[in-house]
T-cell receptor, first 111, second 108 residues
Framework: DTGVSQDPRHKITKRGQNVTFRCDPISEHNRLYWYRQTLGQGPEFLTYFQNEAQLEKSRLLSDRFSAERPKGSFSTLEIQRTEQGDSAMYLC?????????FGAGTRLSVL | GEDVEQSLFLSVREGDSSVINCTYTDSSSTYLYWYKQEPGAGLQLLTYIFSNMDMKQDQRLTVLLNKKDKHLSLRIADTQTGDSAIYFCGRSQGNLIFGKGTKLSVKP
């Protein structure tokens, strides 16, 4: 068990570009969550998958954000037309039900 | 006010006990959690407590839950410099709802 893996660890992009992050959950964890964390704040929930179904989205997830989990294993989070306000740490967590285990996160900087 | 509230800073001397406090407004959560975050890293689960428990002890960590007052605390015994980090209190609602974190500084 290698834990939750996120790639890349850091991403620097220019405003208006699209970015995509990947999360590999702990194997056999059927639940996968995305959170966003800005400086000085706790993580805030973005979206949740159970297997391949996206069951919940936060109001923070604007229409520029899209997440997928096509085969119920890894997940991707795409941000289109990035804005400076999207700069944050994007955290993924997986769970067998109950306790959530977090990855190291992807830090996005939008210039 | 915020759903989950924590004091922002705590400073202790090495070897002392640290107590980090958290209050929350919604008592419907099944689990309450403490996570630790070191600079540039993700969240590491430290411990959790079921909402029907009052106390849980795990080595140097003691969690106390006062359901009546909606108050959760984490006590770290014999605090070490390696315990310096940000500690997040969280409650479950399917997803997790976190406080803003308490930055623990341990002075040698």
């Amino acid at each position: 068990d290698t834990g939750v893996s996120q790639d890349p660890r850091h991403k620097i992009t220019k405003r208006g570009q699209n970015v995509t992050f990947r999360c590999d959950p702990i194997s056999e964890h059927n639940r996968l969550y995305w959170y966003r964390q800005t400086l000085g704040q706790g993580p805030e929930f973005l979206t949740y998958f159970q297997n391949e179904a996206q069951l919940e989205k936060s109001r923070l997830l604007s229409d520029r954000f899209s997440a997928e989990r096509p085969k119920g294993s890894f997940s991707t989070l795409e941000i289109q037309r990035t804005e400076q306000g999207d700069s944050a740490m994007y955290l993924c967590a997986s769970s067998p039900g109950g306790i959530q285990y977090f990855g190291a996160g992807t830090r996005l900087s939008v210039l | 006010g915020e759903d989950v509230e924590q004091s922002l800073f705590l400073s202790v001397r090495e070897g002392d006990s640290s107590v980090i406090n958290c209050t929350y407004t919604d008592s419907s959560s099944t689990y309450l959690y403490w996570y630790k975050q070191e600079p540039g890293a993700g969240l590491q689960l430290l411990t959790y407590i079921f909402s029907n428990m009052d106390m849980k002890q795990d080595q140097r960590l003691t969690v106390l839950l006062n359901k009546k007052d909606k108050h959760l605390s984490l006590r770290i015994a014999d605090t070490q410099t390696g315990d310096s980090a940000i500690y997040f209190c969280g409650r479950s609602q399917g997803n997790l709802i976190f406080g803003k974190g308490t930055k623990l500084s341990v002075k040698p």
